[in-house]
């Protein structure tokens, strides 16, 4: 169990950072300094005393990233109740039940979504709260009660904080509760790709570890700036966007929402920060829009040739791709989904400072990590001090088999789901985490593929067909595919990106054609036993979840 109390080092970072920036909102510009944050959890906390909340009551909150958004949530975990951060994304429906699943008795939602909403169907919420007016949306009838309790208690606070703390609101008031390491802190949903989400119960002692690990790391530090633009209900961007710079005293600019790579750029070189977290989809964008028109020209490739000008042009790439994200980073971070190798290799030639994570929502999410000077390419970091990786495999260092983790990060288990739990959490304290892969001895990870998504030929041989799909999806008029076995046969399911047909004149008469140079191309790429047999189109983009993961299940 780890010696750090992760409410301690809330309680004494914004105590000792009490007059620098913590938030700011990109687009109102407003900020919020360590004190102000302060003050306005313990806000909160008046409130959640006022409305019987009890620590271990659950909290739902459901909206985009904001400054708001943020104080929920550490008011929340701060007072000893459980946060329950649930995608914006999630269809109405899914959100409710997830909201009635985890027995949440508040709701802090935006206005957009609660239009969406039925309070009738959520029971057991006592009153729902907007994010962006602060304003009761609604509140239950409850027997002897009289009418607008909750609203009338919530415009008292004020007086209350005022009679509680004196005209001046000062850093020695803010002391939390210490409360056992193993006690629940978040109730994470996951958007799992094979089925509906179930509600990961991660601790404080689960979050501390990663939180200790990204301090001890100076992944964050003290006046360090921080752009946030994951969705911080996402345990990746929460962990490393939002937990960790809190407790160091860095400066956190809130984005709101993933956007487009032109957009992110242009706040990356406005913000300047000292850490990039990224997702592939926008490194993978980025190279694709930007730097493979580039590198692609017939005078590019024949310079690129020649040692001398290769080695030239590769450091002006980098110093372009550099200052497109601020400038003044240590490295980039990598994670949420596997990388393309041909991207990933062609940042490794321009020596470019990125490196590539691995974690679930199940640990919170890390499990490995590597700073960028000793990252081994096609890995995904090395496995973390606090935690131990297995390979179910004869020869764990050469022949892939499923990453087993047990550890500090690793989740309490799924609520109210024993029986989910025990099929991933086996009688030693080993979560089964599906995804297959080796290890070095090092710790060091190299993932190939999910588990349940391997192919496995009548001649014994091990098709990862996310390895092919990578190689399809970086192949010109591809969109998005996905490799699926039917009968003896691999068949790629292709969405085309009609953007390029437009701009290359491809008619969609011509795409049967075209698909089909495509996978002629692609069958000089992969393996023997890899060979794509047909192409088959699909008129629709993949059905994803909140998480941008296609719902493989359903095309299988």
Avoid at 90 to 105: K, L, M, T
Wanted: glycine share 6%; net charge negative; aromatic share 10%.
């Amino acid at each position: 169990m780890l010696k750090e109390n992760l409410l301690s080092i809330y309680a004494d970072s914004f105590k000792d950072h009490w007059s620098l920036p913590a938030l700011t909102d990109y687009i109102t510009k407003e900020t919020m300094t360590y004190g102000d944050f302060a003050k306005a959890v313990a806000h909160y906390h008046l409130l959640f005393g006022q409305l019987g909340i009890k620590p271990g009551d659950k909290i739902a909150l459901m909206g985009k990233n904001t400054t708001t958004w943020v104080t929920v949530f550490m008011s929340t975990i701060t007072y000893g109740a459980v946060i329950v951060p649930v995608l914006q994304e999630f269809n109405p429906q899914d959100a409710q039940h997830i909201i009635n699943h985890s027995d949440a008795e508040l709701l802090f939602v935006s206005n957009n979504l609660w239009e969406t909403f039925e309070f009738e169907k959520m029971p057991r919420i006592k009153a729902a709260f907007s994010l962006e007016s602060k304003s009761v949306l609604a509140e239950r009838d409850v027997d002897d009660a009289p009418a607008d309790v909750v609203a009338k208690i919530y415009a008292n606070i004020p007086q209350l904080f005022k009679e509680k703390y004196g005209e001046e609101f000062e850093s020695k008031y803010v002391v939390y509760p210490q409360l056992p390491p193993d006690s629940l802190a978040v109730i994470n949903y996951t958007s799992g790709t094979t089925g509906f989400s179930k509600g990961v119960m991660l601790t404080l002692n689960n979050l501390c570890g990663n939180v200790v690990y990204g301090i001890k790391s100076r992944l964050h530090y003290s006046g360090s700036k921080c752009l946030s633009f994951l969705p911080l209900a996402h345990a990746y961007g929460c962990a490393f966007d939002l937990l960790t710079p809190l407790a160091v005293g860095s400066h956190v600019t809130l984005f709101g929402r993933l956007p487009s790579p032109k957009l992110l750029l242009k706040a990356m070189s406005e913000v300047r920060p000292n850490l990039v977290l990224c997702v592939p989809l926008v490194i993978e964008k980025i190279y694709r829009n930007q730097i493979l028109p580039m590198i692609t020209t017939q005078a590019m490739r024949w310079a690129l040739a020649i040692p001398f000008l290769d080695a030239a042009i590769c450091a002006r790439i980098r110093r372009r791709l550099v200052e497109a994200f601020g400038g003044e980073f240590e490295e980039v971070i990598i994670g949420g989904a596997p990388l393309n190798h041909e991207v990933e290799d062609f940042l490794h030639r321009i020596k470019f400072p990125f490196t590539v994570g691995y974690g679930m929502t199940e640990c919170g999410p890390l499990i490995s990590h590597t700073p960028w000077r000793q990252f081994q390419c096609l890995s995904s970091g090395r496995t973390l001090p606090i935690m131990e990786t297995r390979i179910d495999s004869p020869d764990p260092e050469n022949i892939p088999g499923e990453i087993c983790v047990r550890g500090e990060n690793v989740m309490k288990g799924y609520y109210k789901r024993p029986d989910a739990t025990a099929e991933v959490i086996d009688s030693e304290g080993w979560l089964h985490t599906g995804d297959m892969g080796t290890r070095s001895a090092d710790g060091t990870i190299f993932i190939k593929g999910r588990y349940k998504t391997m192919i496995l030929t009548s001649n014994g041989q091990n098709i990862y067909p996310e390895e092919i799909e990578a190689k399809l999806n970086n192949m010109l008029y591809v969109g998005e595919s996905l490799v699926v076995e039917r009968g003896k046969h691999l068949v790629a399911l292709v969405y085309p990106n009609y953007d390029e047909m437009d701009e290359g004149g491809i008619t969609t008469d011509a795409l049967p054609e075209v698909m089909e140079r495509v996978r002629t191309e692609l069958n000089k790429l992969v393996a023997p036993y890899e060979k794509i047999d047909r192409i088959q189109l699909v008129a629709n983009e993949f059905e994803k979840t909140p998480k941008r993961s296609i719902k493989r299940y359903k095309y299988q």
